[in-house]
């Protein structure tokens, strides 16, 4: 795997939760999933999204709790 495919668009992460772009921009915006806006576009890094799959917490979830 290339730097490059540790970084991915929202097409790309939709593609790989296998869940729709219209769901993953709201999971984005309300920080449901950890990424970050740069610029107009939402980016997220694999091994971050990885790991919030195995933990099976939300972003938002993990930050009420610290």
């Known amino acids: 795997m290339t730097d ?3 970084v991915l ?21 309300n920080s449901e999933v950890p990424g970050q806006k740069v610029g107009k576009h939402w980016r997220f890094r694999r091994d971050i999204i990885d ?8 972003a938002s979830r993990r ?4």
């Open 4 to 6: 490059q495919d540790q």
């Open 9 to 29: 668009t929202i097409d790309e992460l939709a593609a790989y939760l296998k869940i729709s772009k219209s769901t993953l921009y709201k999971l984005a915006q």
């Open 51 to 58: 790991q919030w799959l195995a933990e099976g917490t939300s």
């Open 63 to 66: 930050k009420d709790e610290g």
